[in-house]
């Protein structure tokens, strides 16, 4: 299935430095979406973006900083980030986003630890 | 406000028993019913979904069905396999809204 890639697979990074987090769809979707997904916890709707334009954001720490360039692209920019944002993201899009209908394509995530 | 309660996990099962996983829900409105399964190291799949009551999602053996009248959505496979084993997130999603609740999750461990 490689409707939804995310980039990089794996990332180790220091409490100082600044990263970014890719997701591209191939599906034609209009939606996308950032989720955090913890241990032992619900997933996080962390991002909505509906025509590139954010729709959603469910009182996320500055520290993370989305962008959506255009409907197939979605980047996660983080910085100075804190241990206990270690956790799997996961990039998904939909078609709409607005229908009870529409359903959710997720990407592999990216697997994030901050030391 | 909407919310989604799944069993607790995990589940253990030997190859070729039966499955249940429990699924109830909140929500104002007519919602949409999903089941997704997560394998290890992987992002979550659609696995079936129903969008209005008493309709029956089924794929890969795995059959669920939108119960309005008990708010439900239990998952059900008549014989697993070892390659089932993975987490399961029961979710829903309403109208003028852009987000899915999702369960908890179930995790299920199917030996051979």
């Known amino acids: 299935e490689t409707g939804v890639t995310q980039t990089p697979r794996h990332l180790v990074m220091g409490m100082t430095n600044k990263k970014s987090l890719k997701c591209e769809q191939h599906l034609g979707h209009n939606a996308m979406y950032w989720y955090k997904q913890s241990a032992k916890k619900p997933l996080e709707l962390m991002f909505v973006y509906s025509l590139e334009e954010r729709v959603e954001n469910n009182s996320v720490p500055s520290r993370f900083s989305p962008e959506c360039p255009n409907s197939s692209h979605l980047f996660l920019h983080l910085h100075t980030l804190q241990p206990e944002d270690s956790a799997l993201y996961l990039c998904?899009?939909?078609?709409?986003?607005?229908?009870?209908?529409?359903?959710?394509?997720f990407g592999p995530g990216t697997r994030l630890t901050v030391l | 406000g909407n919310s989604v309660t799944q069993m607790e996990g995990p589940v253990t099962l030997s190859e070729e028993a039966f499955l249940t996983i429990n699924c109830t829900y909140t929500?104002?409105?007519?919602?949409?019913l999903f089941w997704y399964v997560q394998y290890p190291g992987e992002g979550l799949q659609l696995l079936l979904k129903a969008t209005k009551a008493d309709d029956k999602g089924s794929n890969k053996g795995f059959e669920a069905t939108y119960r309005k009248e008990t708010t439900s959505f239990h998952l059900e496979k008549g014989s697993v396999q070892v390659s089932d084993s993975a987490v399961y997130f029961c979710a829903l999603r309403t109208s003028g809204t852009y987000k899915y609740i999702f369960g908890t999750g179930t995790r299920l461990k199917v030996l051979a």
């Open positions: 929500a104002t409105g007519y919602p949409s």
């Open positions: 998904a899009s939909s078609y709409s986003g607005y229908e009870n209908t529409d359903t959710q394509y």
